[in-house]
């Protein structure tokens, strides 16, 4: 493979790739006199057309991505995305349309937020939606904003919220963000939510317990009800980080399990690319009681169309410069509509059946710390190959690029040790399930006969192992001119 | 149509490996009371040309794009070159995940190594972070930086920043016990820096100040920076319209802390507010600090060049409560297109591209001011956007105009209550001289 140099490496004075129509206003002079402008940007590149569409097809060739192959990362939901959603997407009515035009020119705009709200809603069992957040992090920040606006109503915010010891980084780090100081309540075990510990630290000054369900390990939480029940009883909200909502669509929903406030990844259960690590979307949903309390402005009807309400006093306010990531949105509901009610049970039922498959397939040769049933993902850990061989997690995960396959999701969540958390997602072959299934086989052999081969993992790719302690410890991170 | 790729013989046999007899046995986890029981309410499905249809039919309730618009305000139609949509648009770049495993992400890796490079290359900084969701949320952030980097609990911010961005500061900030002041602006509709002067204090943390600011105009930031300093506050500089970067000096080149923005003009569409591309940057010594992802390049065990996520001690999967930030997935592709936007117009592209947006929207507004009863609003040089007076209400003429098929600009009472007259209008290089001219010839009738 040809290696690839970086733009400014190839950058030479005078060339181009881009050029505008002339100038057809007479020029002045001295427009910005008094102020500072710049002669020139320093090192700023120069390439013909030909070399920026090679630089760019190559490293292109650089990445694994969905469309390639199997793309297991548990809690990521790597499906594959349809190429209709992309080709909807690009209709000029959308992209070109500005956030800030009358109201009565972007009516097709506003149809498309109001109806992906009312899909949302339905499908989640929730009253509400906003599709503001720009991703789920922003979206679980926005949902603790909300839960805490309506307690501050009521006269006390509360101090903690609880999060179990399972839970992805961006819930305590949103709660925290949210002015919350975070206890987390462990995991018992089967995995799931430890209710002793849970009642024990639910008490008046807990604001709200954020809960994934399936959890990380892909357990679904069987006692949700009495978890809400606890968490209710206090007066505390629950909240659902909806991440793994792809094992429940049209199985059976958040809001009738007593969830109160919900975010729900686009760039996951609905098929939206995750383009190299976003724009993803968050939208959030909400019971009722909640509905006062979600960002500005709000999609309404308005007569036979549709508006935005920006007049809601004891809404949080606003999250994003506009209405969210737009043309995300567009695509989530091509996805809705392409599947309809029987499409999104489906996909949820497949992707339990592809995990379970999985799970069944490798469950002699690497070790599951829970042995709890699963429904989307399942959690395998290095403990065999780690005690035997010193073998770990990140050797088999390197091993894994040598097959040809993206490695699972690793060392997450933080209660399995040197895990591997596999989600296939519904969209895969048999033949692509097999031939995984059948790499993680060939590897645990390999820990067996040759350890060292996996140490050294990988050799066949463009580049090998690469040393992030060095990268970190003297931090390089943007290119320096060597001759300045 | 849901994109299952197995056949049923494939379920039957896989059911018999797993040792269930159906697919609802495996969701025997559920409790029964929680099932459905019921199809979800959501219209059926469609396939792909009844599903093209009915998006055509939604695009064309757009109107919009039938009008001839000067609306700017933090969205900036700017001309694409044919690479970034056709590279962009590479299933290579559109379907990974975030680069967690370096060595088959090389492509996404080195793309932010370079994106980190042309940002700190414009701003004049010496880091940058691998993206931010928005302009809004990327201000946001930058003032909760300031925050932490000197412990002072009280925030300056411009009235002349983005109201969009202010009203997402207050979001950000309401719970963290974080005070914000406003500070006005002058006839020339640059910040009021007696009032500056007279805000600040021991308490402060920063002032964020945005340049070009909401009304274009563009702000003396060497003399923001050098006041900010003077009382040991940090200056953040916001930049909405970045395709300024190309003429104006950077913000760096004054002592700038941070700067933070929106790049939506460098390649994104203006689609109806996003996705768009927050960005921040900021000197060396702040490192620890930066909110969001990194890329840093090192070596591999054959000591060939390449990049991994780095420093992600400062990030929420590692520090949890601690972090600096919550993001987790950003806005990776939007600043691939950011990338390639600016790779292909290159030094002398982007500069060109600057000089018209100037030119042009120079023109247009000692054009508009030869209207009678029109005049210009401020006195402060401006980019691409300016502010006019007009003689009646600013809405009621918008109306006007939309009425003969153009969106002459922004009414800014919504805004600012006091500027009930006043309209904010952009020209970019994608406004050819004729629907300048063709803007006057309206607004004079109008106002006839």
Known sequence: ?484 | MSYIALSDKDKKEMLERIGVASIEELYGCLPDELKLGRRLRVPEAKSEPELERSFDALAARNTYPRFLSFLGAGVYRHFIPATVDYLSARSEFVTPYTPYQPEVSQGTLQIIFEYQTLVCQLTGMDISNASLYDGAMAAAEGVLMAQRLNSRNKVLVARSLHPQYRETIKTYTRNLGLVIEEVGFGDCGGLKSAELEAKLGPDVCGIIVQSPNFFGVVEDVAKVVDIAHRHQALAIVAVAEAVSLGILESPGRFGADIVCGEAQSFGLAPGFGGPFLGFMACKKEHLRQLPGRLTGQTKDVDGRRGFVLTLSTREQHIRREKATSNICTNQAWCALRATIFLETLGHDGLREMAVQNLQKAAYAAETLAKVKGVRLKFSGRFFNEFVLELPKNAQAVLDALKAKGLLGGLALERYYPELRQDVLLNVTEAHPKDDIDKLAVALREVLR
């Open chain 1, 1 to 484: 493979m040809i290696r690839e140099p970086l733009i400014f490496e190839i950058s030479d004075k005078g060339k181009r790739a881009f050029a505008l129509p002339k100038l057809d206003v007479p020029e002045k002079k001295d427009l910005l006199a008094g102020l500072a402008v710049r002669s020139e940007i320093r090192d700023f590149p120069q390439a013909s057309e030909v070399e920026i569409v090679r630089h760019f097809t190559r490293l292109s060739q650089q990445n694994y991505c969905v469309d390639l192959g199997f793309y297991p990362l548990g809690s990521c939901t790597m499906k594959y995305n349809p190429k209709i959603n992309e080709k909807v997407a690009v209709h000029p009515g959308f992209i070109q349309s500005h956030p800030l035009a009358p109201e009565d020119l972007v009516q097709g705009n506003l149809e498309v937020l109001k109806l992906v709200e009312d899909a949302l809603s339905e499908i989640a069992g929730m009253d509400a939606f906003t599709l503001q957040p720009s991703a789920g992090a922003q979206g679980e920040l926005t949902g603790m904003m909300v839960i805490r606006a309506c307690l501050e109503d009521r006269g006390d915010p509360r101090k903690f919220v609880l999060i179990p010891d399972s839970a992805h980084g961006t819930n305590p780090s949103s709660a925290h963000l949210c002015g919350y100081t975070v206890q987390e309540v462990r995991s018992n075990e089967n995995g799931t939510v430890d209710l002793e510990d849970l009642s024990k630290r639910m008490t008046g000054d807990v604001a709200a317990l954020m809960v994934t369900n399936p959890n990380t390990l892909g357990v679904f939480e069987y006692d949700i009800k009495k978890i809400a029940d606890i968490v209710h009883a206090k007066g505390g909200f629950l909240y659902m980080d909806g991440a793994n909502m792809n094992a429940l669509t049209g199985i059976c929903r958040p809001g009738d399990m007593g969830v109160d406030v919900i975010h729900i990844n686009l760039h996951k259960t609905f098929s939206t690319p995750h383009g190299g690590g976003g724009p993803g979307s968050g939208p959030v949903g909400v019971k009722k009681v909640l509905e006062p309390y979600l960002p500005v402005p709000r999609v309404v009807r308005k007569g036979s169309g549709f508006g935005l309400e920006f007049d809601r006093p004891k809404s949080i306010g606003r999250v994003h410069s506009f209405y969210g990531n737009f043309l995300v949105i567009v695509k989530a509901l091509a996805y809705i509509q392409t599947l309809g009610p029987d499409g999104l049970k489906e996909i949820a039922e497949i992707a339990v059946l592809n995990a379970n498959y999985i799970r069944r397939s490798l469950d002699k040769d690497y070790h599951l710390k829970y042995t709890t049933p699963t429904l989307h993902e399942c959690v395998f850990s290095d403990k065999f190959q780690k005690d035997a061989h010193g073998v770990t997690n990140l050797d088999i995960a390197k091993r894994l690029i040598d097959y040809g396959v993206h490695p699972p999701t690793m060392s997450f969540p933080l209660i399995v040790h040197g895990a591997l958390m596999i989600e296939p997602t519904e969209t895969e072959s048999r033949r692509d399930l097999d031939f995984f299934i059948e790499a993680m086989t060939k590897i645990a052999q390999e820990a067996k006969d040759d350890p060292a081969v996996l140490k050294a993992a990988p050799h066949h790719s463009y580049v090998r192992r690469l040393d992030e302690t060095a990268a970190a410890r003297n931090p390089v991170l943007k290119w320096e001119n060597p001759g300045s």
